[in-house]
């Protein structure tokens, strides 16, 4: 059964950094692009972020290129996510997506398995 399980969230203030984590299990994902997305109360699923299965390749939204990186290691069978700079308007539930694919997508049905989450809040 796979299983991706989001790591790292918490309450940080705003200019600080957070690191999340997901970790997949079930089968090893080394070829699959992965990729993060986020959803604020209110507020539809949006694109972060993305890696390709190779981890050459990265994709980012524009709100938040320049201030986060997303990062893979498939030894682990994990991505991460580094923020810095963050700001309110980052707060959210963050959640990691795998898929099929080597080729990273910003589109949410392109992914085939979402982690559950994890709150990442920034106070002013």
């Known amino acids: 059964q796979v299983q991706l399980v989001e790591s790292g969230g918490g309450l940080v203030q705003a200019g600080g950094s957070l690191r999340l984590s997901c970790a997949a299990s079930?089968?090893?994902?080394?070829?699959?692009?992965m990729g993060w997305f986020r959803q604020a109360p209110g507020k539809d699923r949006e694109f972060v972020a993305a890696v390709s299965g190779s981890g050459g390749t990265t994709y980012y939204a524009d709100s938040v290129k320049g201030r986060f990186t997303i990062s893979r290691d498939n030894a682990k069978n994990t991505v991460y996510l580094q923020m810095n700079s963050l700001k309110p308007e980052d707060t959210a539930v963050y959640y990691c997506a795998v898929r099929s694919s080597t080729i990273g997508s910003s589109k949410m049905v392109d992914y085939e398995y979402w982690g559950q989450g994890t709150q990442v809040t920034v106070s002013s």
């Open positions: 079930g089968r090893t994902f080394s070829y699959n692009a």
